[in-house]
């Protein structure tokens, strides 16, 4: 068993700042991604940012230079520091992660329960 726990949502004003984590625990042999992706209401699951075992990066456009992922791998945790935020931003935001469970075996992804993000103008 894979849990992923999210915290860190909330309600903020545009301009503000939040910080998403998100720890993984349970059978982890090894984490390959981590990433956070949000869904606004009547929207689909979009990926925001995702960073992988080996640090390399990616992030959505909506949020290059406001948003930075980041990873601490003895922790098995994931965070989202998020700056600016806007409106548009308002959604619920889910964690996942690309994990292998045992020496050799597959790799599954596992998601979060999903944390509420508010961003009021």
């Known amino acids: 068993q894979v849990q992923l726990v999210e915290s860190g949502g909330g309600l903020v004003q545009a301009g503000g700042s939040l910080r998403l984590d998100c720890a993984a625990s349970g059978s982890i042999f090894s984490i390959n991604a981590m990433g956070w992706y949000h869904q606004a209401p009547g929207k689909q699951r979009e990926l925001v940012a995702r960073?992988?075992?080996?640090?390399?990066?990616n992030y959505a456009d909506s949020v290059k230079g406001r948003f930075t992922i980041s990873v601490d791998n003895a922790k098995n945790t994931v965070y989202l520091q998020m700056h600016n935020l806007q409106p548009d931003d308002t959604a619920v935001y889910y964690c996942?992660?690309?994990?292998?469970?045992?020496?050799?075996?597959?790799?599954?992804?596992?998601w979060g329960q999903g944390t509420q993000v508010t961003v009021s103008s």
């Open positions: 960073i992988t075992t080996g640090s390399s990066t």
């Open positions: 996942h992660a690309l994990i292998v469970t045992r020496r050799g075996g597959p790799t599954y992804g596992y």
